[in-house]
DNA sequence: CGATTTATCTGACTAAAGTCAGATATCATG
DNA sequence: CATGATATCTGACTTTAGTCAGATAAATCG
């Protein structure tokens, strides 16, 4: 007789609002009330324009505005006119808005840093953590276009490379695999998405050109933690639009049957399997699409 | 380079304010403001010192007073004098707010189902969740004596076995083994304890006497999610407690090598290896303490 | 250009939550 | 039984959040 999954969702739930009231509220502790700390903490995170942030914080326009009033009395914050439509505002910090902002970050950064300390088994508490915040944060997943280059695309590559590694019967060796050049995988001749969740990366796909009509779909990963999401598959509709932006007809992939899940879902979208057309030792299955 | 731990736990915080805002918060949509709905909640949870209330919820004994008296006028709820001290106050819900007590729970559940319909993997998810809940619920785990007939416990007892058929290498069946009558873990011969944690039982262990003054423990478990929290120390701990209130002046245990952190556990805690006592199939390794 | 739409702001509200200083009744103690 | 402590209640506040109907100014469209 397995516990009930409705009352372990409901504990989960009262364990986390009695836990994160004293969690997340890094709000408080600067004297501030909630409402304002949080418009402050929406600016100093590049949130500029006046809508987005009440859009995102939920907030009605004349509370907003009184907000911002009270932000720009205290001196934290300016706003000026948005330059391409003067009917609306664009907020930023000022001096002693950024340093303020600091001092937020400090006190939510020490805040966790308490909680990781309270708790033994870290890595694992922290994997469960990302496991549910993937869940949670579903809806808030978005794919930036970035250089294969940038740190978070780094990352994602690594643990690309790492689980390869893990999963070939014979490891993994990039040096040995044909790693593409960074520049095929930016603008004009191809791109790098990578799949952020609330600021972390947890997913990235390369779309890999020659200049040509056709191009190849490389480093497709999603973070353990987000699997079943349907990112893979976002991932690539999304590199396939790049694509036929970049007119590109045909796109190719090689792949390993050690990795059947991925086989999956190029079968179920469109994909065809072709004949090798590359000499790289790790890969056994190709695959290609005409757009 | 992994990825920040911070950063991680931040996140965490960020998705689950977002989320459980909507998740948790089955106090709306009866409209009845917050506070009201979580007093009412409370109540309902079997809470009934006024005291209790007010200090579960934090607040202030002025705003108490009126929230009950709202309850009151509403007929949810009635207070009456505690029978051991007419100073305090005992609320207890009426018919008609018992009904409504149910119509939020019915709510709640609700809530955690459409939750759970939202997200695949709901296993890994739930046992995420488990994890998180029994990090952060730490504080709350109680320790309650039961009979280990009783569900709460039988769950812990099935759960046990099947971890320990997982882990022998010939598996486990309970039928060959010595399982303890229940009349010897219930006072006056021992005693049975399950560690509940929000609700959810996440371990167990019992205290198998004979009437004389030597005692065995058994039975100790703890739920994977709740592993390192030294839940299993201060059960055996509780254990011990009882024991002594039975006067009892030597505990015996056996154990098997196939499970070295509960051996760990015992020499680091006053136990000593002794010669094989009984004739059961499955231990190997022997302890004993005198208190 | 004039009419309409859009983004923000202002003023005038209400509701909810929280604070605090007594008031009142009861209990515990010497 | 007087004294002080304790638990709750009451009244008189303040703060925060939120609502809503215009006002204002800039953009957009026919």
């Known amino acids: 007789m397995p516990l009930d999954p409705i009352a372990r969702v409901r504990r989960f739930n009262r364990a986390v609002t009695t836990e994160v009231g004293a969690l997340d509220m890094s709000f408080l502790g600067r004297g501030r009330p ?13 949130q500029s324009d006046v809508a987005a942030i009440r859009d995102y914080l939920g907030l009605d326009s004349g509370l907003m505005s009184r907000l911002l009033r009270g932000l720009e009395d ?38 966790a ?45 690594g643990e690309y490379y790492a689980e390869l590694a893990r999963r070939f019967e014979n490891g993994f060796d990039v040096s040995l695999s044909r790693d593409p ?7 004009p001749r191809g791109a790098f998405l990578v799949a952020m969740s609330d600021g972390l990366p947890i997913g990235c796909v390369g779309l890999k050109g020659g200049g040509g009509e056709v191009a190849e779909i490389k480093r497709l990963w999603v973070a353990p933690s987000a699997r079943g999401l349907g990112l893979a598959r976002r991932l690539m509709e ?54």
Chains 1, 2 share one sequence.
Not at 34 to 46: D, K, P, S
Not at 81 to 108: I, Q
Not at 115 to 140: K, N, P, T
Not at 268 to 287: C, H, K, L, V
């Open 238 to 291: 999304a590199a396939e639009d790049i694509a036929r932006e970049l007119s590109i007809k045909v796109l190719r992939l090689d792949t390993n049957s050690a990795l059947p899940e991925a086989q999956q879902l190029y079968r179920n979208s469109g994909w065809t399997e072709i004949a090798r057309f590359n000499d790289d030792p790790y890969p056994d299955t190709f695959f290609e699409k005409h757009l």
């Open 113 to 157: 840093k308490d909680f990781l300390a309270r708790h033994s088994r870290q890595e694992e508490l922290l994997r469960a953590m990302d496991l549910v915040a993937s869940a949670l944060g579903r809806g808030r997943i978005v794919l930036e276009e970035m250089d294969p280059r940038d740190d978070d695309a780094k990352y994602c590559l």
């Open 34 to 46: 909630l409402g304002t700390a949080r418009v402050l903490n929406a600016i100093g995170h590049g």
């Open 181 to 187: 050049e960074a520049v095929d995988m930016v603008r």
């Open 74 to 111: 205290e001196g934290l914050i300016e706003t000026v006119p948005h330059p391409e439509d003067a009917r609306r505002r664009v907020a930023r910090l000022t001096k002693a808005g950024r340093s303020e902002f600091r001092a937020y970050e400090a006190l939510s950064n020490a805040q």
